[in-house]
């Protein structure tokens, strides 16, 4: 469906996109995962046909977009901070697509009104957009977004300017919204656990460039360089390889391994132990740790089996 | 973006046809008897230098009064400080000649007050702080309220006194508000007509009445010219300076601004009592004595069914309109192209800065075959309206955040549909706004009109100034009463402009 050809864009001497390449197939949703400001926000706009492209072509079903200006695109692009406009009401924010595509407003209406009801919002109508909560006005966004059915919809960081207990709930909601609608989505984000929620195929971004684009399950069992293994939340990772963190376990009977810090978590301890010259992170919860509390001061020595089978080294 | 940039083409025609024309004209003319024996000439010298005297006391003394009404607006929250706010914008939609008819029945002949202030400085400097205070007061207001806290915080931990605060810390930071104020000030009194014509006499009047004098008396244009561009060249000037400061208000400042505080304190109480005072006497008190004098004028009321003054009434009417139509399409076109531009962005200032009496000069020297036709008026009228509505408009196009545009071009909108559905609703209110001001500058104009227009075309202003030439006290009490009706017109704009505000403010609130 949608088809990025070694797009290319610069940025006052920074390549915020360099012959870069990426596919989204049909009714999938793709999450380009990568630090801020590494240009995801630019490439989702070049696809929206807002910021020009410098080289490269974006096709949709095999049509070259270039000429095509954004409102004919036939896109839905949700915005980090909504963008609702401040002078129509709920409904009307809703509307306001399916007007521009030449829908009859009673007809525009009543389709807008069903949306509402579907994301949780029905009566909110003639509620002004600026009364509303954060997560009622991510709600609104959706609505617009899918309401007039889009051919691919792009969310620029949808869910960042929402607490965290919100951003778990509309995650796993709006993922499965957008999975009954069919509709292909592109997801940017930098935040690795929403990319991991939501998306079928997560494409790493870095320096204008994709490193790696594989399912989740894939990239967690091979990711192609170090920076991608600690980009995904590897602790233990190397030039040459990675090690997942199953791979380690305490043991009474193993190798001794000397602590070399101890860091109290919530939810348990992060350790850093080393071993043989090489250094090892690993978490434990409470529980685990319980048995092994009394050796776990810095200094102290303790046993660590190492999988040696378990480690992935990069090509 | 490239079409809004051929909009651009509408506005640059108007500005290059109506006021760089002209002025290079005038340049041309005046430049032949311009030297410096004509400066030395000391009738001429006493106008220049009594020209730049005023102004420069009227920048001293706007300073004086300003800047604690500006402090206190900006550290006080009080009962009735909204109503003092507006209070300072009601001088910018009143007329010239309501201005200096409220000073002359403050002090002129039979004035309020008693005190005869006729043929001394004092007249015209009073009508000049009428206008320029409130200028300078906003501008440092913002200037004060703008300036971080934790810059006066650590002032007062170091060691500073409230008082060695605001030399050292406040004055210094709201500095660049105050001088962009200054040099507008300056501007305005240098370059002032009405209120020289009027309230000067003789002895006090400015160059710009002696331009006028030499024109349409004497038939001097050589020396009219001459003028002029001595005027052009020293408002230019305060122009660039200016312009320049502007560049430097448009950096943000960072960090919280001081939330401000009741008045606490016999100091604090007192230095508020003072500024509304102030305010009072310097921005109300010449339009409540129009009110006073016009209640009390009795028979001079017949005048309104004088046919004279219901021509003069159509004639301010037709002409307000059709300078609101022409300044709308060209202030449309001007905001909708001059975004993102800073070059256009300040040309839509130079109306603003042009000396109307040398463009009104300048016309006629230029189109001598127009000088006295509908389309020549209309078009200065335009010229000097239709900024409002450009520099009002395109700050608040350029305060539409970008993702909102951009979430309707994704959501199907073609670029006019946008300009339409989306951007024109939300810069409704300035546009608005603009319009209002654009009418009370259009419903006040005097100076062009004097000299462009035709005996039949009188309007509401230049019959005033008829009156208040003619002998006899019936005269000038129905100068006066039409005073106040023009006040009453102009009110109804600024009423407008100040019930957008509040809504504006309302939708923002919530």
Avoid at chain 2, 218 to 223: A, F, I, R, W
Avoid at chain 2, 342 to 350: E, M, S, Y
Wanted: glycine share 8%; proline share 6%; hydrophobic share 55%.
């Amino acid at each position: 469906m949608l088809e990025v050809d070694k797009v290319s864009k610069r940025y006052e001497r920074q390549w915020l996109a360099h012959e870069l390449s990426l596919t989204v197939g049909a009714g999938e949703i793709v999450a380009l995962l990568g630090p801020s400001g590494c240009g995801k926000s630019t490439l989702l706009k070049m696809i929206a046909g807002l910021e020009p492209l410098d080289a490269g072509a974006i096709r949709f079903a095999g049509v070259d977009l270039a000429r095509v200006p954004p409102e004919a695109r036939h896109f839905a692009l949700m915005f980090q901070d909504f963008a609702l406009f401040p002078h129509l009401n709920v409904l009307d924010n809703v509307c306001f697509g399916l007007v521009e595509r030449r829908m009859p407003k009673p007809a525009a209406r009543e389709a807008a009104r069903a949306i509402l009801a579907t994301v949780g919002l029905a009566g909110y109508d003639t509620r002004a957009v600026g009364t509303l909560s954060g997560g009622e006005a991510q709600r609104v966004a959706l609505a617009r977004a899918l309401v007039t059915s889009p051919r691919l919809l792009l969310l620029d960081e949808p869910f960042s300017s929402l607490d965290a207990h919100l951003r778990l709930t509309l995650q796993a909601e709006f993922g499965q919204r957008i999975r009954a609608q069919g509709i292909s989505a592109l997801l940017v984000t930098h935040d690795r656990q929403e990319a991991f929620a939501m998306a079928d195929r997560i494409a790493l971004l870095h320096q204008g460039r994709i490193r790696q684009c594989d399912t989740p399950a894939g990239l967690l069992a091979a990711p192609a360089d170090a920076w991608v293994a600690r980009f995904i939340g590897f602790d233990n990772v190397c030039e040459r390889w990675a090690l997942p963190e199953t791979a380690l376990r305490l043991s009474a009977s193993a190798p001794a391994a000397r602590v070399e810090t101890m860091t109290p978590l919530a939810e348990g301890m992060r350790l850093q132990l080393s071993q043989d010259g090489q250094t090892y992170i690993l978490h434990l919860s409470a529980r685990e740790a319980s048995p092994w509390r009394a050796q776990l001061a810095p200094g102290a020595s303790v046993g660590l089996a190492v999988d040696s089978t378990a480690f992935i080294d990069f090509v | 973006m490239r079409s809004t940039r051929v909009l651009a083409l509408l506005p640059l025609a108007l500005l290059l046809s109506l006021a760089g024309a002209p002025l290079a004209r005038l340049m041309a003319e005046g430049a032949g008897t311009l030297s410096p024996a004509f400066l030395f000439d000391p009738y001429y010298r006493w106008r220049l230098l009594w020209s730049f005297t005023q102004a420069l006391a009227t920048c001293a003394l706007a300073l004086l009064f300003g800047l604690p009404i500006a402090w206190a607006l900006a550290r006080f929250d009080f009962p009735g400080r909204r109503w003092l706010m507006r209070l300072m914008m009601l001088p910018f939609v009143m007329p010239t000649l309501v201005a200096a008819m409220g000073v002359l029945a403050l002090f002129g002949p039979e004035g309020v007050t008693g005190v005869m202030g006729q043929d001394t400085p004092w007249l015209l400097l009073y009508g000049n702080l009428f206008y320029n205070l409130p200028l300078l007061v906003r501008s440092a207001q913002e200037g004060f309220a703008r300036l971080p806290a934790s810059r006066i915080m650590a002032a007062r931990t170091l060691g500073a006194s409230p008082w060695r605060v605001f030399w050292r810390i406040e004055l210094p930071g709201a500095l660049p508000w105050v001088c962009s104020a200054l040099c507008l000030v300056f501007l305005y009194c240098f370059s002032g007509f009405g209120l020289a014509l009027i309230l000067g006499g003789q002895r006090y009047a400015t160059v710009e009445v002696e331009i006028y004098t030499l024109v349409a008396y004497e038939l001097n244009l050589g020396d009219a010219s001459a003028l002029a561009l001595t005027v052009l060249a020293i408002t230019g000037l305060a122009a660039l300076g200016y312009a320049w400061l502007e560049r430097i208000l448009a950096r943000p400042l960072r960090g919280m601004a001081l939330p401000r505080s009741a008045p606490t304190g016999w100091r604090q109480y007192a230095l508020l009592a003072l500024a509304m005072g102030l305010t009072a006497m310097l921005a109300l008190a010449p339009l409540a004595a129009i009110a006073w004098r016009a209640l009390w004028a009795g028979a001079a009321w017949q005048a309104l069914a004088d046919p004279e003054v219901w021509g003069a009434l159509a004639n301010t009417a037709r002409f307000t309109a059709l300078a609101l139509a022409g300044a709308c399409v060209f202030g449309l076109a001007h905001a909708f192209a001059m975004r993102r531009s800073v070059l256009l962005g300040t040309l839509a200032f130079l109306p603003y800065a042009l000396s109307p009496i040398c463009v009104a000069f300048g016309l006629l020297l230029l189109y001598p075959g127009l000088s006295a036709s509908l389309v020549l008026l209309i078009g200065a009228y335009t010229l000097l309206a239709y900024p409002f509505i450009a520099r009002g408009l395109a700050a608040s196009l350029d305060a539409v955040p970008a993702h909102l545009p951009q979430a309707a071009r994704t959501l199907g909108a073609s670029p006019w549909r946008l300009t339409w559905r989306l951007l024109l609703p939300l810069a409704a209110p300035a546009l608005r706004r603009g319009m209002a001001f654009a009418a009370a500058t259009a419903l006040g104009e005097f100076a062009v009109t004097l000299f462009l227009s035709r005996p039949e075309w009188m309007t509401l202003t230049t019959l005033i100034y008829q009156r208040l030439g003619r002998p006899g006290a019936m005269n000038q009490d129905s100068a006066l009463v039409l005073s106040c009706l023009l006040m009453l017109l102009a009110m109804l704009a600024f009423v407008l402009i100040e019930w957008q505000r509040e809504e504006a403010r309302d939708a923002g609130g919530r």
